[in-house]
């Protein structure tokens, strides 16, 4: 990489300003990343903590995408899918929007009844009996509301029996109580769905006329607004890194034609064409992998702070991802633009430099 770091050494200015350019895409990539997995966790994140392995709809209409709004399964659905083969265990649970008034605030949730084995991880408390509920600490905090005092949820007065772990149903927080108590406050005997566990089956092998079963993965489709909300963010977490492929790739185009001279003459001299490809390439990686470290080393301090104002999740996968993204479609867009250096003809070059 003799040439290339002659090249870095004298174009400081060229170079910093494409760096920065990619600081700047890998930080709003990195950022969006981030908002949109946290986004999807405050759709999903109650579904996805189940233990189960699959979800248990009724069938739609003609026409009609699964919902979990519009899903209403019969009571004795989770006793026939608990007895088919390959079902290790069922448990119906049904959902509802609603809210929580406590001393503090009055607090949208979504209040789930069922099992207390569908509840996430207790962090204080016991499992509520009959006629309690277990709050998220995103709600106990919101509402003011403590282990043992009673809060008003969907017009009951119900007693708190344990604060467990957040998780968020169509981005409101939830609240967990008994299958009784809920087909009560809903004035319903149906259930929304039934979790199931397998062994030795799949999802689909389940479904019947009025039953269409789904892995919990594919059962995020049926949150509501979810898939939309996803693919939006995604497309332009898409798009920016397709902007960052033509930056990267019109900038070694151009550096390339201004160079096409010089090259030649190594290449008179006895270089190899892929010498002189490797080193564009490392060239071209250097800058890319500066750029992005500083570009997502940003994102990271950036998002610390946005998580506590917004819905924003930032783990390894939502920052590798985007960062060894942006390096390899960089690479590649580099690849194209320098794929003419392997073909150089070091006396037309002379002559068109002259």
Do not use: C
């Not at 649970?93 to 084995?117: I, K, Y």
């Not at 207790?122 to 009959?130: C, D, E, L, N, S």
Request: proline share 4%; glycine share 12%; no cysteine.
């Amino acid at each position: 990489m003799f040439i290339a770091w002659r090249d870095l050494a004298f174009a400081k200015g060229r170079f910093g300003l494409l760096g920065g350019v990619i600081a700047l895409m890998t930080f709003m990539v990195v950022m969006l990343s981030g908002l949109t997995a946290g986004l999807g966790a405050a759709s999903v994140s109650a579904v996805s903590s189940l233990p189960v392995d699959a979800i248990a709809f009724s069938q739609p209409a003609d026409g009609q995408d699964v919902s979990f709004t519009d899903s209403s399964l019969s009571a004795r659905a989770a006793d026939r899918l608990g007895g088919r083969t390959g079902v290790h265990a069922a448990y119906p649970f049904g959902l509802r929007p609603t809210q929580v008034e406590g001393p503090g605030a009055t607090v949208a949730v979504t209040l789930l009844g069922g099992d207390p084995a569908l509840y996430p991880a207790r962090t204080a408390g016991a499992t509520p009996a009959p006629g309690q509920v277990a709050i998220t600490a995103e709600v106990a905090d919101a509402a003011g509301l403590h282990v043992g005092e009673l809060a008003t949820v969907g017009g009951s007065r119900l007693r708190v029996a344990a604060v467990v772990d957040d998780a968020s149903f169509s981005h409101l927080p939830m609240v967990y109580t008994d299958l009784a108590t809920w087909q009560r406050l809903a004035h319903s005997e149906r259930v929304t769905a039934v979790g199931l566990r397998l062994s030795g089956t799949s999802p689909g092998a389940l479904d019947t006329d009025t039953v269409h079963v789904l892995s919990k993965k594919d059962a995020f489709a049926a949150v509501g607004s979810y898939t939309s909300e996803q693919g939006s963010l995604n497309l332009m977490r898409g798009l920016l890194i397709v902007v960052s492929v033509l930056v990267v790739g019109s900038f070694f185009t151009v550096w390339t034609m201004q160079r096409a001279g010089d090259l030649a003459v190594v290449r008179a001299i006895g270089a190899s064409r892929g010498y002189l490809l490797a080193d564009a390439l490392g060239q071209a990686a250097v800058v890319l992998l500066a750029g992005s470290a500083l570009g997502a080393g940003a994102a990271v301090a950036a998002g610390l702070v946005a998580a506590q104002v917004v819905p924003f999740h930032l783990a390894a996968p939502t920052l590798l991802v985007p960062l060894a993204a942006m390096a390899g479609t960089g690479l590649v867009g580099a690849a194209v633009s320098v794929r003419r250096i392997g073909s150089v003809d070091p006396l037309t070059a002379l002559g068109a430099a002259r």
